[in-house]
T-cell receptor, first 113, second 111 residues
């Protein structure tokens, strides 16, 4: 069964450092997403990406965040200068069509110290 | 009304019980709805999709009431392995097709 894969599973970084979280969406999917979940809180939308551009972003997704699809398979989330409050589980997801079922990767746990 | 609202629980039920979770949503233009299951510190996994008035898959039944903007999930003959958090999810109607998650309802099935 096709799945979304994310690397690394856990990343520890110092405050102010840049991190790149990587994802390989399901191959025939057209929509890609990043979500985050702070421990004990709900899953929050960050950004959606379609046709090589951002289609929607939340208030959380400020200038410190960026996304890229550098090649035909990878989808990355970059946080330029991490803050303590960026510590969370980051989930990548993809869907075949917009507004349909999205399938999630196993997540990257980001810890900013 | 919040975008997606759920009773957080926890619901503690004995094995074999029937349990129902409710969810209300604010966007009357939403056409499809999803229930996801999330185990502790794991990713959300799709449980059921609801595109019309309801859907049934084995022990799980989802029902939609568009007039009341209300979705329910019924689990029959609950099993220990059903213990998880159940997330009500509503796609947005903007161009980005984001999913809006409820806070989740925690279910604990006990012997």
């Amino acid at each position: 069964e096709p799945e979304v894969t994310q690397t690394p599973s856990h990343q520890v970084t110092q405050m102010g450092q840049e991190v790149i979280l990587r994802c390989v969406p399901i191959s025939n999917h057209l929509y890609f997403y990043w979500y985050r979940q702070i421990l004990g809180q709900k899953v929050e939308f960050l950004v959606s990406f379609y046709n090589n551009e951002i289609s929607e972003k939340s208030e959380i997704f400020d200038d410190q965040f960026s996304v890229e699809r550098p090649d035909g398979s990878n989808f990355t989330l970059k946080i330029r200068s991490t803050k303590l409050e960026d510590s969370a589980m980051y989930f990548c997801a993809s869907s075949e069509l917009g507004g349909t079922e999205a399938f999630f990767g196993q997540g990257t746990r980001l810890t900013v110290v | 009304r919040k975008e997606v609202e759920q009773d957080p629980g926890p619901f503690n039920v004995p094995e074999g019980a029937t349990v129902a979770f409710n969810c209300t949503y604010s966007n009357s233009a939403s056409q499809s709805f999803f229930w996801y299951r999330q185990d502790c510190r794991k990713e959300p996994k799709l449980l059921m999709s609801v595109y019309s008035s309801g859907n049934e898959d084995g022990r799980f039944t989802a029902q939609l009431n568009r007039a009341s903007q209300y979705i329910s999930l019924l689990i029959r003959d609950s099993k220990l392995s059903d213990s998880a958090t159940y997330l009500c999810v509503v796609p947005g109607t903007g161009g980005g097709n984001k999913l809006t998650f409820g806070t989740g309802t925690q279910l604990k099935v006990e012997l």
